[in-house]
């Protein structure tokens, strides 16, 4: 088993997948798709994860679609590794299916499907559930307390960039709220000064026009600005409203 690290940290490689990805999505997808190689040369593995969140489970990313399917069969029991990983918090190792007892009506699907190692690791885990990292081996005792260690090691890596990247989308979301909230404030504070200038009116006189305008065409008071801060930037605008 290589030593990937040496291609560059895990950290930074996922930093580069969070610049040229669009969305968290097309960063997990990348994150499963490189997860699965970190075996490469000992044992062929897929990935999936897993994000539970209020009592809904579902495959956000995987390496392939055979890993997805993989993942799924676990909703439908129930139970299984990646389960047992998000509410616990700890790792779920599944050496050979064939002589745990854990979760025999899940064993006895994926056994049928030609895999014998499972691995759960938790990603990020939350009141309100939380996300896995799921790996799947055809051969038996794949996952050594060695390879688990490493891959427990490259999952918590990727677990504070992850969350990194899940603050940095909540912050843009955040600033572009502002902005919003700020350009609609601003048309609001110009159409009062409009309305005071034509109607030759207080602030206070010119706010309740404006909102008896807003209510009386049933719509919204930052779209009613918006209209009349535009028609007098376009042509000489005279007021509708009657105080």
């Known amino acids: ?20 990805s669009d969305t968290l999505k097309f960063y997990l997808e990348g994150f499963a798709g490189h997860a ?12 999936a994860v897993t994000l539970k969140r209020d009592q809904q489970v579902a495959t956000v990313a995987s390496s392939s679609l055979e890993a997805k399917a993989l993942d799924e069969i676990q909703y439908g029991y129930g139970e299984g590794p990646s389960l047992h990983a998000i509410d616990t918090g700890k790792t779920a190792v599944v050496a050979d299916i064939r002589t745990d007892t854990r979760w025999p009506d899940y064993f006895d699907a994926i056994e049928a499907q030609g895999y014998y190692s499972v691995l759960g690791v938790p990603l990020i885990r939350g009141d309100d559930g939380g996300v896995t990292v799921n790996l799947y081996a055809r051969e038996p005792h794949v996952f050594t ?32 709220h502002l902005r919003a ?3 609609s404030r601003t ?24 909102q ?12 009613l600005a918006e209209q009349l801060v535009t028609s007098v930037g376009t042509t000489r605008a005279e007021t509708h409203f009657i105080n």
């Open 36 to 47: 699965a190689t970190v075996l490469e040369g000992s044992a062929e593995v897929l990935c």
């Open 1 to 20: 088993m290589g030593d990937n690290t040496s291609e560059g940290s895990i950290a930074a490689r996922f930093q580069e997948v969070i610049l040229v």
């Open 181 to 183: 909230a700020m350009e």
């Open 187 to 210: 048309n609001i504070d110009i159409a009062v000064g409009i309305v005071v200038a034509q109607n030759r009116c207080n602030p206070t006189e010119a706010i309740r026009i404006l």
């Open 212 to 223: 008896r305008a807003s209510n009386g065409q049933n719509i919204k008071l930052r779209t």
């Open 145 to 176: 307390p060695r390879t688990i260690e490493r891959i427990e090691s490259y999952v918590a890596e990727a677990s504070l960039t992850l969350q990194l990247a899940l603050r940095l989308s909540d912050h843009e979301k955040t600033s572009a």
